[in-house]
């Protein structure tokens, strides 16, 4: 199959690696010279675990870089979803997309862009990355975890099932989700990300290099997140969506079967390389909170539900980082057509 | 002069040792037989510098404590104070009374119910605690640091250059401030402690032992700072009082004279010794957010001042150690008939 990876970041990397590990085509787009160029002069050459792969086509030219492919997987921080979608309409053919992953309402908000335009191609979305990588350099990539399962719905609804068949002939993690709410409410990334980041801001703003989940847990951040999650669970149901809360997750993706949420998180090897930010100019604040916390928190407001801790979380956040996150986050809105 | 030290802790252990340095009589109460009895075993010796003072009472029977006294000094959580006031005024003759500190409100809140016996003594506070000391044992004090001066007003404030000048024939550090307001509003221990506690939570829940103030700062958290010190003193603003800014205070305090706040504090060698609580039960919390920043949210409320930063901060406590600081904390109301 020919892919277009849009992102050629941690996860574009790494998903277009395993892609060409499996005989497929990728065209590596990014917006970014900076990001392309060293892969450019390269010869389009990308390495993991010691062996280089030939990426077919990179290049910082988006409509070069759709022509003819059937997929295109956005890999990307979700902030830039918005202008990304209003790029992609233009060039657009019969192409599925994926959006990997799509935070909260990420496929939505590609959905409502591509009506304007009348556009009705398949639209997916899957509710937490695949891969725990990191480009060790421009063109090197490393993979130190995979999810035992990666959820994935579109719109419309009934396309999940073909695309999941498609994407599982190549890389069999992944698992259908009834309809992109439920991918939106499966954000588990923004149950851990910001807070595990706050309250541990010091050590990252010095830049201090510690182990971001096992180190940056203890009894009474876990119990906070708990809180928080009990609070997504709480807008989930309002819409009637079934999702699971973040210790049911951690035994579903990593197999943890501790009694207590902070056990969960503080030995589970998977977490064991993940290096804390160090700078607070991090996707765990700047995307977590205003693609993720914010699009949940007017959710929830929409039906009357109050989030006390999630109103916390973003203004918290809003007050570091001198800007306010509700109203420069993501909001959507009428989303129960998409169920 | 005859003192009574209420509170065997830190604090009162080194002000009874530095009184009896300089040849003064101490009774020292504390309610915890646990706290008392090891200094009775020990023939009432405490040690400080290498040197053992007797104290001349050791006790925990308050109205013992009491009697003959001419200064009794509070050097007890703040949290303690209201139940403390029903109890003193119990068995109070004509000493002065000084809460070593109030932080905010301690005065006022000891006078309310001093008002209602129709007891007219004179009830100081100080703004801070004089010694940065720590216990080594149950029965030795280490003083680590002693600030350049520390203010102290009274109720009623005519008072106060004569507690002042009793005080400093025997420790010359104290200043007079015009009334109680002013050692309200400089309440410095509130800006710092909560929010380089909260933003370091992790590591005092996980008992990293790391240094509090130089490792426990940060470049964000030092303007987050800012912005909780800036509300305060609007408060102050509001009320006609003129208080100075933690910046101006590091300065005037240690000498710190840097450019920047975080430098102020990261670089401050009188904190150099100070290391963080390896608990979450820790005054920093339990006694600087209802004692503290809950007396000046409320003074703000009244006067129709915003104060969302400390707003946050208070929110934060409270959905960590699930309890309402709003409703446990110190409200004080009328405070203008002190200034």
């Known amino acids: 199959m020919k892919f277009t990876i849009i992102g050629a970041g941690n996860g574009g990397l790494a998903f277009s690696a395993k892609l060409k590990e499996r005989g497929h085509t990728v065209n590596l787009y990014d917006k970014f010279k900076e990001v392309i160029d060293p892969i450019i002069l390269n010869n389009n050459i990308i390495t ?19 022509e ?22 233009k060039y657009i053919d019969s192409q599925t997309i994926v959006l990997h992953p799509g935070r909260t309402g990420g496929a939505i908000q590609f ?29 090197e990539i490393t993979i130190y975890g995979t999810k035992k399962s990666v959820g994935l719905a579109t719109i ?14 190549i890389l069999p993690y992944f698992v259908v989700y009834n309809n992109v709410l439920v991918t939106s409410f499966s954000n588990i990334g923004a149950m851990l990300h910001p807070t595990l980041f706050l309250f541990n801001l010091s050590r990252i703003d010095n830049a201090d290099s510690y182990n971001f989940y096992q180190e ?31 210790y049911e997750w951690l035994e579903d993706k990593y197999g943890r079967d501790d009694t207590e949420l902070y056990d969960r998180i503080r030995y589970n090897t998977e977490y064991q390389d ?23 928190y007017y959710l929830a407001r929409r ?13 918290l956040a809003s007050s ?8 420069t986050g993501r909001r959507i809105c009428n989303i129960q057509q998409y169920s």
């Open 303 to 315: 039906k009357n539900i109050n989030v006390p801790t999630m109103e916390l979380v973003i203004n």
């Open 48 to 66: 993991y675990n010691n062996i280089d792969y030939i990426i077919d086509l990179v290049t910082d030219n988006l409509q070069v870089a759709l």
């Open 216 to 246: 940056g847990i203890s009894p009474s951040i876990a119990k906070f997140i708990e809180k928080l999650d009990y609070e997504r669970l709480l807008i989930s149901k309002a819409y009637d969506i079934d999702v699971i809360g973040v």
């Open 156 to 169: 419309p609804k009934e396309k999940a099932p073909q695309v999941v068949k498609d994407l599982n002939s």
């Open 274 to 296: 993940i290096v804390a930010p160090e700078s607070i100019n991090s996707r765990y604040i700047l995307e977590d909170i205003p693609m993720s916390l914010v699009p949940l």
């Open 320 to 327: 570091i980082y001198n800007q306010n996150f509700l109203e």
């Open 111 to 139: 959905k409502r862009v591509f009506e304007l335009y009348d556009k009705n191609n398949i639209i997916g979305e899957t509710e937490t990355l695949l891969f725990a990588c990191r480009k060790e350099a421009p063109t």
């Open 68 to 89: 003819g492919s059937e997929y295109i997987f956005i890999i990307t921080p979700s902030f830039a979803h918005k202008d990304l979608s209003k790029e992609v309409v």
